[in-house]
């Protein structure tokens, strides 16, 4: 059915007769009849005015619930927070943190009657804000002395994480919690320390046991506690199943992927099999700069290459210890003075350890170390000419993970200036480098600016008199055949298609590059562009505050006014008599290699038959600018033809013809 709170209309809050003098009563009576019929009114009108002013309101309620003498105006005041933040929903996000405080104190009540609508509240509150945002207040609440509050607190982070899984779950609040919650499992009261390593198998869920391992400590060790933490994971996994099927089932479902995703999001197995959470998102950022000894400076400058190995070997070894760098340090300086080592210096072994200083000042600031990429790209790229695999070695890595903080387009020039060099080694190591990057891109993800520049070189390199260039070349092409598809490749790659042996040699290493599919070089950049957009096209059923979901064209919800979901009938499209009979044959003849398969959801039109179909020129008028717009839109809707039933395999390649051909395949070098 989707979202029904989408559907309906905005209402006032009305308020009773003489609302500021009982609110502000000394009778409880007189307090709890006027909250219960706020709430009355809010039951029958879920979805309140947006624009509305609340502020009066919600100061009242945040002094009832923090001082009223009688609980149960105190549980009615409660109820009516939770009701404006359904009824506001987005709106009520800025008063969650200031009412939070006195929500999480109330937990040391124990009587029902105003322990279950305090749950309920604070749990419907956390549906519509980021956890992150609250993790202050949480974490506070979760200090106080009494173990009651410990013990609701540690519920309420074990059922508020069962709203995410391994890939989106909120690390700033799980980092915030997990300290407190390892706390809370050697506490005196047995019911705290049972609802923390509840909670604790929820964060394992999401984490994975070694990433808890190394932020829990020693309470892992504990083979009572670990059992107990092991229970809870297994509880958090059924119950998280369960309440994606349950969201599911109230979420429309319009397109197959949106039915794959739905058997994904149920399947257990599918949970299980979700990629390990990074440890380094879970990391604390570290300032190794200010670690360095005070005679760092001079052993860098150092006439001795012991001595300048030996101050790159303590920043190593820094970096190695603290793999997570803090992105507000200026690394300016730091990497012109490596990267003039790796380009200057005379000894190898100097040589060797400063680029994989670079690897790992990378690998620290991940997406972050991009503004530094143009100062390390050219100068690894120029020193592949050193032959030694000492020095080579440590260079593969320091290319590799540069690549990981940046875009293959952005590294084009350099790239295109490297395999101009006369120097064969540097051709066939960034030729390798390429090989590597196209293994782990796609069509949708490969760079058409960088695909032109590169390209003809690679090209160029397949006829290069040094065999490791050429054998290079050759698998560099391969592994772009496995990125965009062979019949995208061989359009573009010019004569050398019809010379079998290259083309051998090419094959060759596209079957390799399939095989080693696994262990490919991904951009940190390709995949938060890739997250966004997973995230951008998500749609959060239990808040309903972010995304609209997709109506079928099908059905709508019943609460949903009537709107007409038909499409009126198209008039047939005519051919204008001033044309020639030559472009109507070809326009017959294309629209006879299209298979025309409509949406379940979509009536034909009658303009989708062939246009032979038409009536005779002496029986047409111009058609209309109405009927023009509609024929873009056929033509625009219907299904791509299958060029594997209409072109020939090509003849070295074999039979493999991709369906499709993207964009960038039209350019011709």
């Known amino acids: 059915m989707g979202d029904v709170f989408e559907y309906l209309d905005e209402v006032p809050l009305k308020y009773p007769a003489n609302f500021e003098a009982n609110i502000t009563s000394k009778k409880w009576k007189e307090r709890f009849d006027v909250l219960e019929e706020l709430l009355e009114h809010v039951k029958k009108n879920p979805k309140l005015d947006s624009k509305g002013d609340y502020g ?127 706390k809370h499992a050697e506490d005196g009261d047995k019911d705290v320390r049972e609802s923390a390593l509840l909670a604790l198998g929820g964060v394992m869920r999401l984490t994975g046991e070694s990433i808890l391992q190394n932020l829990a400590g020693a309470i892992i060790n504990d083979s009572l506690k670990s059992s107990k933490i092991t229970e809870g994971k297994e509880k958090s996994e059924e119950e998280y199943v369960a309440l994606q099927a349950k969201l599911q089932q109230a979420a429309p479902v319009t397109v197959a992927t949106s039915e794959e995703a739905v058997s994904d999001s149920v399947n257990p197995e599918s949970s299980k099999d979700e990629a390990e959470p990074d ?15 005070a005679n760092f400076e001079e052993s860098l400058n150092s006439t001795k290459w012991l001595e300048r190995k030996e101050a790159l070997e303590n920043l190593l070894k820094l970096m190695t210890e603290n793999p997570k760098l803090d992105p507000q340090v200026p690394y300016n300086d730091i990497s012109k003075k490596i990267a003039g080592i790796i380009s200057k210096d005379s000894n190898i072994n100097v040589i060797a350890v400063a680029a994989k200083v670079v690897a790992k000042l990378a690998k620290g600031l991940r997406t972050n170390f991009s503004p530094y990429s143009s100062i390390f790209v050219p100068v690894v790229l120029e020193k592949f000419k050193e032959k030694k695999s000492l020095v080579k070695d440590s260079l593969v890595e320091a290319i590799d993970e540069i690549y990981k903080t940046t875009t293959l387009e952005s590294m084009s020039d350099e790239i295109g200036a490297a395999l101009g060099k006369p120097n064969p080694n540097i051709k066939a190591q960034t030729n390798l480098f390429l090989s590597r990057v196209f293994r782990g891109l796609n069509s949708q993800t490969m760079s058409k600016k960088a695909l032109k520049e590169v390209v003809p070189l690679i090209v160029k390199s397949t006829g290069d008199s040094d065999s490791e260039t050429r054998e290079a070349a050759f698998s560099a092409i391969g592994s772009l055949m496995k990125a965009v598809g062979k019949n995208v490749v061989t359009a573009i790659l010019g004569d050398i298609v019809n010379d ?112 032979s179909a038409a009536r005779p020129p002496s029986a047409t008028r111009p058609p209309s600018s109405t009927q023009q717009g509609a024929r873009s839109s056929v033509v625009s809707d219907t299904p791509k033809r299958n060029l594997s039933a209409s072109q020939p395999a090509n003849p070295v390649i074999g039979s493999d013809v991709e369906r499709e051909r993207p964009a960038f395949c039209s350019t011709t070098f």
């Open 279 to 293: 440890p380094w998102e879970f990391m604390d950022p570290v300032n190794v700069l200010k670690k360095l000894p």
């Open 500 to 611: 079998k042996t290259k083309m051998n040699q090419i094959e060759k290493f596209y079957e390799e590059a399939v095989q080693k599919s696994g262990d490919e070089l991904v951009s940190e950049m390709v995949k938060l562009k890739a997250k966004t957009e997973t995230k951008e096209n998500n749609f959060n059923q239990s808040s309903g505050v972010r995304e609209k979901p997709i109506l079928s064209r099908r059905e709508a919800p019943k609460t949903a006014p009537k709107v007409s979901t038909s499409r009126p009938a198209e008039k047939p499209r005519i051919m204008n008599g001033t044309q020639s009979s030559s472009m109507s044959k070809d326009v017959n003849k294309n629209f006879e290699k299209k298979t025309i398969n409509p949406s379940p959801n979509i009536r034909p039109s009658s303009a989708a038959r062939p246009l």
């Open 56 to 182: 009066s309101l919600i100061s009242h309620l945040k002094a009832i619930i923090d001082r009223d003498a009688n609980i149960n105006v105190q549980a009615n005041a409660i109820r009516m927070v939770g009701a404006l933040g359904a009824g506001l929903r987005s709106r009520f996000v800025p008063y969650v943190s200031p009412l939070s405080p006195f929500l999480f104190d109330k937990f040391k009540e124990k009587k029902p009657v105003i322990r279950d609508p305090l749950i309920e509240c604070c749990d419907s509150l956390a549906n519509i804000v980021n956890l992150d945002n609250i993790a202050d207040e949480v974490t506070t609440a979760m200090g106080k002395p009494n173990p009651q509050i410990k013990q609701q607190m540690d519920n309420f982070i074990f059922r508020q994480l069962l709203r995410y899984g391994r890939n989106d779950h909120p690390k700033k609040f799980v980092k915030s919690v997990l300290p407190v919650l390892v």
